[in-house]
């Protein structure tokens, strides 16, 4: 067995860097041709400094099947802790995140699903009633709005237009954050300048709003009525187990922002990419369409998995070593950093034959193994929104695919990928023009 890092990119740190940063699927790609399954990428902090990548599907089983002791996912993805905040879901370890996952899931439970269903068809019908036939849309920009009001009116609470449209612009800012303000974080001095002292003044105009709602609700006298998460959190602590101890405003916060991000911006992107290989396949298209008539969710949740397995939103779940610990064979050292690679696992053809097919009948026909594809990451990380997201992206490709059909603008194609923050997003917004169904069947040609 190896005892040193498996081999990698030779170039140098900061070129790794800047490639891992601005064209993440191209290196990771290239990287996988050249060195296989398993190779190491030497990057600058904030990222990992020697980060190991793997994409075997055993090798994924054996990541998310270890100990969360062992394996520290919330200090794996420390570049997110001065956005989300120290205590957020996605960020702590072992007892504190067990309790943050017992916190939150009972708000994304089957029966709460149900209960949301309802609120998210109809913010979905007042989005797509905007929209105009024989007009060109972007469709990212689209799906950020009402996947984020969504998050507002239903998870958040808030129902309020006045405080929705104050938070929306500066959450879109935190969204579209410029790669670069991550390392305004390794060297705080940088807060004092251009993007960074804008990010700053723009993380602190987001708490002061949350800290003001936080409080307004506390005050409220009917918290045991609501059924949004802020209610279902600020409860916490009420009943009659002694053990539970009430959220602070602190953990109240962290934990807010964790779902106002990350719960709507992954759905847009993902909805955008679809709708983007749905202009690109008018066949599959039009079956769509016909499962959006016959309220057949399964096939709309194949198309939407189908396009989050060809145009993956999150490149990869990363884990820190707190032992040195011997995975695939490799040993290596604690505190190495290893992530299960989603880009390269999604496009194995030994996992899905035809892969750059677009083909949403391999997620009904049993074909897609365990560990080949997760979106969602995977073991105790697993995503607590995930089946809130999937079922919020089949209401709105129901209610888009019953009125329009999607096409590429004249001279329009499929547009590739761009990272904005963390997520991987169509590069120019994916631009569809949408034409209204002359009959309740028919494609407009």
Known sequence: MSTAFPPGPRVPRAVQTLL???????????????????????????????????????????????????????????????????????????????????????????SALHGYRSFVEAIAKAHIDQWVSGSTVTALDRMNELTLDV??????????????????PLLRRIVNVNPL???????????????????????????????????????HPDLDQRADVLSRLLAFGAGDNPADQPLSDAELRDQLITLLLA??????SALSWTFQELAANPDIQDAARRAAHDGDD?????????????????????????RDM?????????????????????????SYPDAARFRPERFLDGSVAANTWFPFGGGVRRCIGAGFS?????????????????????????????????THVPAHGARITVTANTSPMSRTV
């Open 181 to 219: 303000v991550f390392f305004g974080w390794k060297w705080p001095r940088l807060e004092r300048y251009g993007v960074w002292k804008r990010m700053r003044a723009t993380q602190t105009a987001i708490d002061t709003l949350l800290l003001a709602e936080i409080a307004r609700r506390r005050a």
């Open 390 to 422: 999937l079922m919020e992206g089949a209401v709105v490709l129901r209610e888009v695919l019953t009125r329009f059909t999607l096409t590429f603008p004249h001279g329009g194609s499929a547009e590739g990928a761009r990272i904005r923050n963390i």
């Open 263 to 268: 719960g709507h911006e992954t759905t847009a």
């Open 151 to 168: 998050i507002m009116q239903v998870v958040f609470g808030m129902t309020d237009e006045q405080r929705r449209s104050e938070l929306a």
């Open 20 to 110: 891992y940063a601005k064209w993440r699927g191209l290196l990771l790609n290239t990287a996988a041709r050249r060195y296989g399954d398993v190779f190491t990428l030497r990057l600058v902090p904030p990222y990992a400094e020697n980060l190991v990548v793997f994409s075997r599907p055993e090798h994924i089983r054996e990541i998310f099947a270890a100990d969360p002791a062992d394996l520290h996912a919330g200090e794996g993805n420390r570049l997110l802790v001065h956005i989300m905040g120290s205590r957020s879901v996605l960020l702590t370890d072992e007892q504190e995140h067990a309790r943050a996952r017992r916190l939150l899931m009972p708000a994304f439970t089957g």
């Open 298 to 322: 399964k096939y709309l949740e194949a198309v939407l998995k189908e396009a989050m397995r060809r145009r993956t939103v999150i490149a990869g779940t990363g884990r820190k070593l707190t």
């Open 326 to 350: 011997t995975i695939g064979g490799v040993t290596l050292p604690r505190e190495t950093v290893v992530t299960t690679s989603i880009i390269l696992a999604h496009q194995r053809p030994d």
